[in-house]
């Protein structure tokens, strides 16, 4: 067995820490030989449900579960976390304006980077589901200066899955024959879902769908709306927010990220190196490889200007937000 790894997740009592935590218990993150201490940080209308969600762990028995503290200080939620899940955020409610959303979120995510700043282990690992999760993760960052830029990540891994997810419907596909798509850019509407390095088994994704008639018109018409504006298509139709296929996306991001993701590729938002036009230090969903515990994004790609424009144009959405924050005194 390795040594046992402590996982803060915030906004556990949440419905996406609801559906993460079980599984964290049950190894689905860290794997079937890592033993885990689960730490619930909540806010403080949160802490019966995030007591109670303890209680359900402990009901659990999971042979991996070596503890369980619920609490609603950063200082305790993240004191010796060696991989956090940024769950708990400020959704936007009526009639509130981006900026305020931006600032709402600011107030958590400053407060939690300089925890996690101060008192999380120096191996730390940070996923941020919460939204806006790129700019939620850049003022963590910003708030953490002593933690490496880059283990400040968010997730895109969601959008990941539902552009595997809606190619393997439109070629019948099996999934796991499916590779190389990337979700380039914000977390947001923006997002570039880019099918021209994918494969489909073992073929060029491009040709593969041209065999069953869907050329660049179903790429720009149907497909990317529709990975884009998943999110929106699933509460109308289930009358809530993605939240199972949320949480299994955040396992899979920290999974990937930990014990690697061999010759394949993901998406991570992760700060940007320049590469591909994107500002440095922008958190900005890219392809990468993961190993050792680290992530590599991909720079081998030739984009088309198709490509080039749509990645811009998240990008900029990404640069703004920045702007936001920064004159709200954030970052
Ligand atoms: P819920 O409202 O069910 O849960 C949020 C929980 O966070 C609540 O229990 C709340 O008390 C807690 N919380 C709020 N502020 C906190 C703080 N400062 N510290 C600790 N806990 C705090 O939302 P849920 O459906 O679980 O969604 C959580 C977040 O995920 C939302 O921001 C949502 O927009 C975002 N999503 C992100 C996705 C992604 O792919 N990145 C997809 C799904 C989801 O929309």
């Known amino acids: 067995k390795k040594n046992p790894v402590t996982v803060t997740v915030t906004g556990a009592a949440g419905q996406i820490g609801y559906a993460s935590v079980f599984r964290v218990a049950a190894g689905e993150m860290l794997g079937a030989d890592t033993p885990v201490r689960l730490r619930l940080l909540e806010i403080p209308q949160g802490l019966n449900g995030a007591e109670g969600t303890a209680m359900e762990l402990t009901d659990g028995a999971f042979p991996l579960l070596q503890s369980v503290e619920v609490t609603d200080d950063p200082t305790v939620g993240f004191d010796g976390a060696n991989v956090a899940l940024l769950i708990g955020s400020r959704p936007r409610t009526k009639g509130m304006e981006r900026a305020d959303l931006l600032e709402a979120n600011g107030g958590i995510f400053s407060v939690q980077g300089k925890a996690i700043n101060d008192y999380a282990a120096d191996d730390v690992r940070v996923a941020v589901v919460g939204n806006p999760a790129n700019t939620n993760a850049l003022i ?36 796991q024959n499916i590779e190389g798509v990337t979700i380039w850019g914000n977390h947001s509407a923006s997002q570039y879902p880019d099918l021209f390095h994918a494969t489909v088994d073992g073929r060029a994704a491009l040709d593969v769908l041209a065999e069953k ?119």
């Open 140 to 175: 963590a960052a910003s708030h953490a200066p002593d933690v490496p830029l880059e283990r400040f990540t968010a997730l895109t891994r969601l959008d990941h899955h539902r552009a595997v997810g809606q190619l393997a419907l439109a070629t019948g596909a099996a999934v």
């Open 213 to 331: 008639g869907l050329d660049q018109s179903w790429i720009e018409e149907t497909f990317i709306p529709t990975v884009a504006n998943r999110g929106a298509e699933i509460i109308a139709v289930r009358g809530g927010s993605s939240v199972a296929s949320a949480a299994h996306a955040a396992l899979m991001h920290v999974r990937d990220w930990t014990l690697g993701t061999g010759e394949r590729w993901t998406s991570m938002a992760v700060p940007s190196d320049g590469s591909y036009g994107v500002p440095e230090g922008l958190i900005s969903s890219f392809p990468v490889r993961c190993s050792g515990g680290k992530y590599e994004i991909i720079h081998s790609f030739e984009h088309s200007d198709f490509s080039r424009n749509k990645i811009a144009t998240s990008v900029t959405e990404l640069v703004d937000e920045r702007e936001a924050v920064a004159q709200l005194g954030l970052l």
